[in-house]
C-alpha cells in the first residue's frame, strides 16, 4: 500500500486544526461581578439606571441581570469592568422605556436585547471596537419600573451581608492598583469573597484575593482595607503582589 496519500492526509488535516486553533478567541471565559451601588441607590424607586464602563479590545457581549454583569470575551484580549454601578438592581420582571446609551468609547454597540420573560429578565448587548488595542466603553442602561416604587427588583444573593463596604474597598484598592499601571493593559480581577473583623471603635479591616493581569502576565495578589463603618469609607488601602517574575512588569 502506498503510504504517501495516508501521509499527505494527515499532514492536511494537521493543518486545518492548527488553522481552526489559530481563529480561536483568546479568551473563552466569562468575567462575572457584580455592579457597585451608586450614590442615589434606592431598590423602590420608580426608575431604575445602571452605568456601565466596561474594557473591550475588539468584541464581546455584556450581560446584565440584577446586579449581576457578565462580561464574555469573544475575540482580543480580555475585557473588564473598570467600576460599573447601579442605582438598583435590573428589576425581574416587566419594564418599560428600556433603552441604552453609549456615552464614551470609540467603536459601537449593536444587538441590544431587552429584559424580558423569555430572556429571564436579562439584558444584553454586543460591543464593536474598530480600532487595535481598546477602549473604555461607558454606557447607561435605563428603565422605568411599570408598577412603580412597589415593583420589586430581583433581590441580591450576597456572599457576605454588606456589600457596599467590600465594593468600596475593592474599587480603592483598583484606582491604587491603576495609578502604578498605567500603561493600559493592567487590570484586576477580584476572587471569592472577603473576610472582615472589627478592628476598634467604627473601624472594620476587609481582606481579600484577587488576579493582577496584563496582555503578557498574571500575578496573584492580597488586598485589604480599614473602613469607618460610621462613615462607611476608606481610611486606608493596600495590596500585595505575590509571585514577583524575573521580568515583572506589573507593580
Avoid at 433603552?99 to 464614551?104: A, F, Q
Avoid at 451581608?161 to 484586576?188: I, K, M, T, W
Wanted: proline residues 6%.
Amino acid at each position: 500500500m502506498n503510504s504517501k496519500p495516508i501521509h499527505s492526509l494527515v499532514i492536511a488535516a494537521l493543518a486545518l486544526a492548527s488553522g481552526a486553533a489559530v481563529a480561536q478567541p483568546r479568551y473563552a471565559d466569562d468575567y462575572s461581578f457584580r455592579a457597585g451601588r451608586a450614590p442615589d441607590w434606592n431598590v423602590a424607586s420608580a426608575d431604575g439606571m445602571c452605568r456601565l464602563r466596561v474594557y473591550v479590545d475588539d468584541k464581546a457581549q455584556v450581560s446584565v441581570r440584577g446586579d449581576q454583569i457578565l462580561v464574555r470575551t469573544e475575540s482580543g484580549q480580555r475585557s473588564y469592568d473598570q467600576g460599573s454601578v447601579c442605582t438598583q438592581p435590573l428589576p425581574f420582571g416587566p419594564v418599560d422605556n428600556f433603552r441604552v446609551t453609549l456615552e464614551s468609547g470609540r467603536g459601537s454597540i449593536h444587538d441590544v436585547v431587552p429584559p424580558n420573560r423569555r430572556n429571564n429578565y436579562t439584558a444584553a448587548m454586543r460591543i464593536d471596537d474598530p480600532d487595535r488595542a481598546g477602549d473604555t466603553y461607558e454606557m447607561v442602561l435605563a428603565w422605568r419600573n411599570p408598577g412603580g416604587p412597589a415593583s420589586v427588583p430581583l433581590a441580591s444573593n450576597d456572599a457576605y451581608p454588606h456589600f457596599d463596604e467590600a465594593r468600596a474597598c475593592q474599587d480603592r484598592v483598583r484606582a491604587d492598583f491603576l495609578s502604578r499601571n498605567r500603561d493600559g493593559d493592567a487590570y484586576l480581577e477580584f476572587a471569592g469573597t472577603t473576610d472582615r473583623e472589627d478592628v476598634g471603635p467604627n473601624r472594620e479591616r476587609i481582606r481579600g484575593e484577587a488576579f493582577a493581569r496584563s496582555r503578557l502576565e498574571s500575578r496573584p495578589l492580597s488586598y485589604e482595607c480599614v473602613l469607618n463603618e460610621r462613615t462607611n469609607r476608606v481610611v486606608t488601602s493596600s495590596y500585595e503582589m505575590r509571585a514577583r517574575g524575573r521580568y515583572s512588569s506589573l507593580r
